[in-house]
């Protein structure tokens, strides 16, 4: 199973989801075919209702304890299902990476 996937089942494990997408970013960055090492996760949930970002970030990171020593990059958007509708499933994309070598 991929990192990818695992990543995906954790989450939908942990929280009643109401969207989540999982996008592997590793090949924008100065990695090894096949290390999948950055990701983006935006993942709507009504279990984020009433709690400030760093909580829920925790929670998340919490979900994914086994699997954060695996991962260079993690991009989180935690949204409750009203954020999701004021934001019309737009979230913030990514920077270009701009370390280990990419650009040199």
């Known amino acids: 199973m991929t990192i990818q996937a695992v990543i995906e089942s954790r989450l939908n494990s942990a929280f009643n989801i109401e969207r989540l997408d999982v996008i592997n ?21 009504e279990d984020f209702d009433d709690l400030i970002l760093i909580k829920r970030h925790r929670l998340v990171n919490s979900a994914l ?4 020593p695996q991962i260079h990059a993690l991009a989180l958007h935690t949204l409750t299902p009203s954020e999701w509708l004021i934001k019309q499933g737009k979230v913030m994309e990514s920077p270009e990476c701009r370390g280990g070598g990419k650009n040199q």
């Open 65 to 68: 304890q086994e699997e954060i």
């Open 25 to 45: 970013e590793s090949h924008r960055h100065n990695v090894a075919p096949g290390f999948d090492s950055h990701f983006k996760v935006t993942i709507v949930s």
